[in-house]
């Protein structure tokens, strides 16, 4: 499929949270020839997400901040459909490893007889901490299956070689929302000219630690902090407004768990872009978030905390080697963390000034993939109903998806475009199953602990 004579390319994204419509729509931008600062020109962005309890609103999608030329709710089926009916360069797969291996069998099979197929795209949002053999299998088949960093790659090649499958798409580049000014040291003293206070900002996780008591403890111990310091501004960067999801579920947001205490006046609550928020931050502290990786690359110091152990569960004990864990005792004392140069080396967070090429590889791949004699070959998963005749079914089940990849009888807009009937009744349908599984699940789960 030759790109366009105005040398842009078509891009499609299919994202079924926000935290992946990110990835997905800002490694669109870099994978298109951009500079490390992507304004998304140069490229036509069509961007689809998938319809499901984690489907972004308005406005978290107005938080990821990047432009695309259209963008549509659809399910897995629609979107085959357009898939089917639509010219694209390339198509980002920004879902989940199990939305993945469906797409890509389905998609194997609404382009079993074109060779003008676009070059597929996927890979992992963040740190990759736990089911790494099942989330990069289900992965196995697009035709770049991007690595944030050498580490990773490293990683994913192992895996792919060692259940003998091809481990060619493996392609190192970086994390695509890292940027921003580098870190200038700490602030002059509030009063003075250009002086602001020293702001410490908690990155809050929806999913980690699970825990009532362990959040409320964080949340406990950011408090105390901002006591401790009242001369300090002490933030605490929210992912998600009450009853949005998220990538993750968030049962437990810390808006409800500080209802009803007494927060200092140095204490705020903060949403928005984590860019923006870092552009004031001087000490970044978390759990295992990415926004620690965002920290480091503009070099503004960050700590992972040791508070509830180095634990796998956790996830930051992919932080080990980093010189960045820390508990809230040692930060209370004035400790200041020391990233380690070789562990940030690794982990594709380039604080080195090498992140305008961390992407270029990627690049020319995709363009000789592009100008490839007699186009593409067919998409080629490791798993079949030959490999994994007792797990995929069921994972293209999910999707509404047989063991061939097409769609099942029944599947949601198999056949046609809903009419504007169906489209009211489905959508009361969706509120009504967003509010059981954002609202009702949650509760009936923490009454069954009791």
Not at 193 to 211: E, I, K, W
Not at 214 to 219: A, G, H, K
Not at 312 to 331: K, T
Not at 373 to 394: D, F, I, K, Q, V
Request: net charge neutral; glycine share 10%; charged share 25%.
């Amino acid at each position: 499929m030759p790109v366009s004579a105005t040398n842009s390319l078509r891009v499609a994204v299919l994202a079924d949270s926000d935290t992946r419509w990110k990835w997905g729509a800002l490694t669109a931008t870099r994978i298109a020839g951009r500079p490390a600062e992507p304004d998304g020109s140069g490229i036509h962005l069509d961007g689809y997400l998938l319809r499901g309890r984690a489907t972004p609103t308005a406005r978290q999608l107005r938080e990821v901040g990047v432009h695309a030329d259209s963008l549509r709710e659809v399910t897995a089926v629609e979107f085959l459909r357009a898939m089917d009916q639509e010219s694209y360069d390339v198509l980002v797969l920004a879902l989940v490893g199990g939305g993945v291996q469906a797409m890509l069998h389905g998609l194997k099979r609404v382009w079993e007889d074109r060779t003008d197929r676009p070059v597929v795209v996927t890979g992992y949002v963040g740190v990759v901490y736990e089911k790494l053999a099942d989330g990069l299998l289900l992965r196995h088949g697009a035709d770049l299956v991007l690595a944030n960093s050498r580490q990773d790659a490293d990683r994913f090649r192992a895996v792919y070689e060692g259940v003998g499958a091809d481990a060619s798409s493996v392609t190192e580049v970086a994390l695509p929302f890292l940027g921003g000014d580098p870190y200038a040291g700490d602030p002059a003293p509030a009063g003075e000219p250009g002086g602001r206070p020293y702001t410490v900002v908690f990155a809050a996780q929806p999913s980690v630690p699970d825990s009532r008591k362990d959040r409320t403890y964080l949340l406990d111990r950011l408090i105390r902090h901002a006591q401790a310091f009242p001369d300090r501004e002490v933030l605490l960067k929210l992912r998600s407004r009450p009853g949005e999801h998220t990538t993750h579920i968030e049962e437990l947001p810390y808006q409800k768990l500080a209802q009803g205490k007494e927060l200092p006046a140095n204490f705020q609550l903060v949403y928005g872009h984590m860019g923006e928020v870092l552009d004031r931050t001087d000490l970044l502290v978390t759990v295992s978030s990415t926004a620690a990786l965002e920290a480091l690359h503009r070099r503004i110091p960050a700590v992972v905390l040791t508070d509830l152990g180095v634990r796998e569960v956790l996830g930051n004990h992919h932080f080990v080697g980093s010189g960045c864990l820390a508990s809230w005792d040692q930060l209370d004392a004035g400790h200041r963390p020391a990233p380690e140069p070789a562990w940030l080396a690794r982990q594709g967070v380039a604080a080195d000034g090498s992140y305008g090429t961390a992407f270029d590889f990627a690049r020319q791949r995709i363009a000789r993939l592009l100008d490839r004699p007699g186009g593409l070959p067919r998409l080629n998963p490791y798993y079949t109903t030959e490999t994994a005749p007792g797990y995929l079914p069921g994972i293209l089940a999910r999707h509404h998806l047989g063991p061939d990849g097409s769609p099942l009888p029944g599947a949601p807009a198999a056949d046609k475009t809903p009419g504007p009937v169906r489209q009211i009744v489905r959508r009361a349908a969706r509120g009504a199953y967003r509010h059981g599984v954002q609202r009702v699940a949650p509760v009936i789960r923490r009454m069954g602990e009791l």
